[in-house]
């Protein structure tokens, strides 16, 4: 548009089908199928730093309608069950940020109006500065909104039951942290942070419930994250390349407790990963391996091994990928209180194309 300024118009459609059966091996017993559409676009004004340093500025506004047609109609009453239903949702934002050679500094703040969660601003800050030439300090300042979703708000089935009066979700998010290049090549990142939620949304029931009790969704009435991570990126070793990273979490509300959660209420508390690669035959094949143990709240702690062949051949690259090779059983994510266990061994074999200079 001249003057440094570009326009971004976009238009977006999406459709989803969804049949869901509740028990794989019994239909009968529960299935319910849905189709739900986004449909809308966003409009956005951009000005970059010319040179690398200076204000970028960035302004623009979206707007989406939501529908489902479901066949869910558990009750009688229309008015709590999924069916039929569509709304609106809008939105407009704006940022500022400014660079120089050892400092960067942005903020910004996001509308929302929802028609059935009301309107939310969520105000953001963030910056960093190069103390030396090798560390560098960031911290950062955020609040989020999130509405409810079709399925929290009216789903039902045997073991899941909705809220029609469920109430958006909001949070507030601070970091600080620090970047270290090493000497021998590869980065040190430290960062801390405590995440504050409000009225968080989560499907619960009662803790020594039985297993035919069913979880409802509700808003949690607060909740608070406090976490540190370290991460080692990049360090060269011997001709591999070496990925570390460590990270702790302590969760701290009145309600969980009592509660079963679904995902909310059990967040990772301690995870560790190990990546080792090296590429081979003038970096045409990389060999890659990958050593995780993590442990999330209220259960023992797994540990998965995964491994990873790329080899470039003509317009693109095969790559094999192993995922939990020694097929270690836990619970999955989402279904705590029935202990299915997650994914066991898998092998999966792509061929990524690539034609031409891709950008």
């Known amino acids: ?34 189709v739900s559409r986004q449909r809308g676009g966003e409009l956005v004004l951009r000005r970059r730093p010319v040179g690398g340093s200076g204000l970028a500025l960035a302004a623009g506004g979206e707007w989406y309608r939501d529908d489902v047609d479901s066949d869910n109609l558990a009750t009688a009453a229309e008015d709590d ?10 939105a407009a934002f704006t940022e500022l940020g400014w660079s120089a050679a050892r400092a960067s500094v942005s903020g910004g703040v996001r509308i929302d109006a929802h028609e059935s969660a009301g309107e939310a601003w969520s105000p953001s800050i963030s910056g960093s500065v190069d103390l030396t030439d090798a560390l560098r300090a960031r ?68 803790a020594g419930s039985a ?11 607060s909740a608070v994250f406090d976490g540190l991570e370290l991460a080692l ?18 969760l701290d509300s009145e ?10 209420l059990r967040p990772i508390q ?16 990389l060999l890659a391996g990958q050593l995780l143990r993590e442990r999330r709240r209220g259960e023992e702690p797994h540990t998965l091994l995964g491994a990873r062949a790329r080899i470039a051949v003509p317009y693109g690259a095969i790559e094999l990928t192993g995922t939990n090779l020694t097929d270690e059983s836990y619970p999955d994510l989402t279904t705590a209180y029935t202990l299915q266990p997650a994914a066991g061994r898998a092998l999966r074999v792509a061929y990524r194309v690539q034609m031409g200079d891709v950008r």
């Not at 301690?270 to 094949?285: F, K, P, Q, S």
């Open 1 to 34: 548009m001249g003057g440094g300024f570009t326009l971004h118009p976009r238009l977006t459609t999406r459709t989803h089908e969804d049949d869901f059966t509740l028990v794989r091996t019994n239909p009968a017993i529960y299935r319910n199928v849905h």
């Open 81 to 90: 069950a999924l069916g039929v239903r569509e709304e609106d949702r809008k």
């Open 139 to 206: 911290a950062s300042w955020g609040r989020a909104f999130r509405a409810p979703s079709w399925t929290e708000r009216y789903y039902r089935d045997p073991v899941s039951i909705g809220d029609p009066g469920l109430q958006p979700e909001r949070s507030w998010t601070a970091e600080v942290g620090a970047d270290l290049a090493l000497p021998t090549g590869g980065v040190l990142r430290a960062t801390a942070f405590r995440r504050d939620a409000e009225d968080l949304i989560d499907w619960v029931k009662p």
């Open 211 to 221: 297993a035919s009790v069913p979880s409802t969704v509700r808003n949690v009435e």
């Open 233 to 250: 990126v990049a360090l060269s070793v011997g001709g591999f390349q070496v990925d570390a990273g460590a990270s702790v979490l302590s």
């Open 255 to 264: 309600e969980a407790d009592g509660l079963i959660s679904r995902y909310a």
């Open 270 to 285: 301690d995870r560790a990963t190990l990546t080792v690669g090296r590429t081979l035959l003038g970096e045409r094949l």
